[in-house]
């Protein structure tokens, strides 16, 4: 039988303010910065004063609970769509003040203008954001929110606009004030999600929703669910989420949240995460979704984040009833989680693992899924104590690295890592690993997929990534240079650049899709760069070769033969190089990329 999945409804403005006063709806991201501009805000303000649709509001409740006596606590609902439309008329009508992109506490206040509701004029400005010229005039009502507060006596402020505008009739005011008022009674629509529906079905909602313009996540909806609930501290737990997040990748906001968030200040969390006001790591600036993510593989092991809203709600998932009991123990281990997260020591050990197995720069991560699954892998190894402490290291570094070249969690990573989670703890993290590399590291694979996966013309390949991590880690000079390695040019921002030059290339004939190819890149030092132009390999190489029987610099700065055989070797270069013109650039293309798999796969089984 097809069960109705929500109900319509409709509710007035200050039916849904005073919902929300009465703690009755909870708004998820109050404590979040606002994210809608000032203008937004007016513009809203004037789509229900002229009653112009504004959109629906989803509202979901949560599941009744069963409590330690016994009885049945009914939910509360949870605004899970129409979060910036409701905060902007808290900001606006009801004075409430919101959190701005400094994470500091503001309102956002509108003016209005009487003169110009009365006017003909359908583009005249009705509504404006409140500044300096709208306090100074005697004609706007600087501040709507004024007019909304109980106790608001339309009589004496008729008397006193009219004193100071004496072209304003009484009546005429008295009516524009009604109908600004009126917004309060305007209706707005509500879409209630049924209370029975399952828990991945109301995920499944909120992350089709898309009314911000940005897609959800099941991460968001995680947030937005912590954040209500205040009973079990999840609003503090769910800052201390958020704030990591902006502290890896701003570290200056540390002042501005001591400076504005003094319940959090005082709170648990704020010494645990205080070590970011000094990070440097560019390398991986972890997400609200990574923390949750890594948090709750870590802690429960599960990795569909719909359980986790579950587990949240109390669901027992063996009788599918909810209780207080999986409430509590949810948010007391997933605390725990998050606390093992943001911890310097693990975070910091983890990225040295991750870094002295050469991806040193955000240039060689292609996506934090890999990234996410290795650092839980960190965190259960160090609890479990399954591998001993000089291990945990290189597993996790094989890990990745298998993950981020066979693409293991780029498609439907939660199936994968559950899988994963699963296997590690029937059989082990080492018998895992082998298997997996069993599985997907044949000798078909290094030979043959590895050499065909590097003809993509991205340097974002992975396989590519993997190459450049390779030679970080041997530390490698970078190609012609006799002091230049590959890690400086990484990180001091140089360039990559085409061993068969562009403009030479193109000069034949050649495609975009045919000169931007891996096997073609490389990273060069500027003056090496430079002094190659456009030249075909077999005239730079070859003036290479010869300053090292001159001495004199022409082309790079090696002037050794041994020493330049070595460089190509380092730079997968074949040495028929020397040679080599437009007319054999898929011949070295195919040897390249053999050479380049050939590195990878002796990268890997170093480690």
Known sequence: ??????????????????????????????QRPFVWKSKQVRDLLDSLYKGYPTGYLILWKNPSVKLKDGTLSSGKKILIDGQQRITALMTAIAGIPVVNSEYKKARI????????????????????VQDQSHLRSKRWIADIAEVFK????????VHEYCKNNPDMEPEKLNTV???????????????????????????????????????LSQGDFVMSKIASDETHGGNMLRRAIDYFSHLCVDSAFYNSLK???????????????????????????????????????????????????????????????????IIESTYVALKEGVLNVVNKHNFTQFMIAIKSAGFISPKLINSNMALDFAYTLYLRLHDEQEVSVSEIKNIVQKWYVLSVLTGRYSTSPETVFAKDLRLIKENGVKHTLKDIEAATLSDSFWDVALVQNLSNTSTKNPAYMVFMAA??????????????????????????????????????????????QDGNYVYLDRPVNISIGKKSP??????????????????????????????????????????????????????????????IKDYYYSL
Not at 150 to 157: D, E, L, P, R
Not at 486 to 498: N, T
Not at 543 to 557: K, R, Y
Request: one cysteine or more; hydrophobic letters at 40%; aromatic letters at 10%.
């Open 109 to 128: 206040k509108i003016a209005f203008d009487p003169f110009a509701a009365l006017s003909d004029d359908k583009d005249a400005a009705v509504f404006e």
């Open 471 to 516: 030679q970080v880690k041997n530390n490698e000079l970078s190609l012609l240079s006799n002091n230049v390695t590959v890690r400086e040019l990484i990180m001091l921002g140089g360039d990559i650049h085409h061993i068969f030059p562009k403009e030479y290339l193109k000069s034949f004939g050649y495609e975009k899709s045919q000169y931007n």
């Open 150 to 157: 109980t106790g608001f006596s339309s009589w004496n402020f």
């Open 259 to 325: 400076e504005n968030d003094e319940e959090f200040v005082n709170s648990e969390y704020f010494n645990k995460i205080s070590w970011l006001k000094d990070d440097t790591e560019t390398v991986f600036d972890p997400e609200c979704d990574d923390i949750i993510r890594i948090a709750f593989m870590h802690k429960f092991p599960r990795a569909k984040l719909a359980d986790l809203v579950g587990l949240l709600s109390g669901r027992n998932f063996e009788t599918r009833e909810f209780s207080e009991d």
């Open 1 to 30: 039988m097809n069960i109705e999945k929500y109900r319509p409804n409709s509710l007035t403005v200050s039916a849904i303010l005073g919902l929300i006063a009465s703690n009755e709806i909870a708004v998820p991201e109050i």
């Open 177 to 215: 004030l009604q109908n600004l008022q009126y917004i309060g009674n305007r209706p707005i629509g509500v879409i209630e999600l049924e209370e029975h529906l399952d828990i991945d079905v109301v995920t499944d909602i909120f992350i089709r929703i898309n009314s911000k313009g940005t897609a």
């Open 538 to 599: 077999k005239v730079y190489f070859s003036q290479a070769l010869s300053q090292c029987d001159t001495q004199v610099i022409v082309c790079g700065n090696i002037t050794d033969k041994e020493q330049l055989l070595a460089n190509l070797k380092v730079n997968c270069i074949p040495e028929t190089i020397f040679e080599m013109e437009e007319n054999r650039y898929q011949e070295f293309l195919n040897a390249r990329r053999q050479m380049m798999a050939k590195k």
